[in-house]
């Protein structure tokens, strides 16, 4: 049996991505750290889907957690990672909660790199799909979110690299960036939390779209053979990597 490992899937587009992984017949394995809520998707789809649902309550901004995460999953076979769990934080620079920042540097880039690497490792030579979500903020900087937009660029340009080198060496693997813009979930009041700057008036109202369409997004990203999916006024675009990528001879 193989599984769709998703972070962050307790709620907003993990979740979605959850209920459309599994209505697509995949088996999910689900981590957050609110276990009780992990429980209840649990239940959603194991009533509705025929799928196992394993699910892995973690804190994956605390050191080590990503490699006891991928250890927990050592007699598991995965098909699928997709590295979503992350949050942001509204502030201008000067006014920036260092700790804060520091957190979502270990969530946004640390673990979704040691969970990213371990899968290559393990599954480069599998038909396996690692998408790593950034945001239109891993392709633009906002003013009012510098730090998150770094941590995403990391996440685009990771990612783009994974692909590239994949491709290059003809390995079965794909790894693909996914870059939602506004999108209906907790991500505005947690990036608002601690911040200097109230997330409610900041994005048109009209500018978002459901969690559920964009899981539909990631899923047409994920059937095709685009390497980047990015969200632009409410549309997906399915692109080719957009870093120049340099192959040096060795
Ligand atoms: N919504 C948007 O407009 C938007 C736009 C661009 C990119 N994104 C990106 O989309 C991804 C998903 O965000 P979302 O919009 O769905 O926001 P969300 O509703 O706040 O979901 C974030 C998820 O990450 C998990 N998480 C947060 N801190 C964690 C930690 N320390 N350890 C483990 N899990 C943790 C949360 O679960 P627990 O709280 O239970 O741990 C939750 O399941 C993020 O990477 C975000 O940067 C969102």
Redesign the pocket.
């Known amino acids: 049996m193989k599984y769709t490992l998703i972070?962050?899937?307790?709620?907003?587009?993990?979740k979605a991505l959850s209920f459309q992984y599994a209505e697509k017949g995949h088996n999910l394995i689900v981590?957050?750290?609110?276990e009780y809520?992990l429980n209840k998707l649990k239940a959603e789809i194991q009533d509705k889907y025929d799928v196992e649902v394993v699910i892995k309550p973690?804190?994956?901004?605390e050191p080590d957690a990503a490699e006891r995460l991928y250890e927990e999953l050592a007699g598991l076979s995965l098909e699928n990672m997709i590295n979503?769990?992350?949050?942001?934080d509204f502030s201008m620079p000067w006014d920036v909660d260092v700790t804060k920042a520091q957190r979502m540097i270990d969530?946004?880039v640390r673990t979704l790199t040691t969970l990213s690497l371990l899968f290559v490792r393990d599954y480069a030579n599998h038909n396996s799909t690692l998408i790593n979500?950034a945001?239109?903020?891993g392709y633009s900087i906002f003013d009012i979110a510098v730090t998150y937009c770094a941590t995403?660029f990391y996440v685009s340009s990771f990612t783009e690299g994974l692909a590239q080198s994949l491709k290059e060496q003809g390995l079965p693997m794909q790894a693909k960036v996914l870059a939602?813009?506004?999108?209906e979930?907790?991500?505005v009041t947690?990036s608002s939390h601690g911040g200097a700057i109230a997330g409610d008036n900041l994005f048109a109202e009209d500018s978002f779209i459901s969690?559920a369409q964009l899981a539909s997004y990631a899923y047409q990203l994920y059937e095709s053979d685009a390497d980047v999916g990015i969200v632009n006024n409410r549309k997906l675009e399915l692109k080719k990597p957009m870093y120049l990528y340099i192959s040096v001879p060795h």
């Open positions: 972070t962050g899937a307790s709620s907003g587009i993990g981590t957050a750290r609110r809520e973690f804190d994956l901004s979503n769990a992350g949050f942001g969530l946004n979500v945001s239109v903020g995403k939602p813009g506004p999108t979930s907790e991500f947690q969690a």
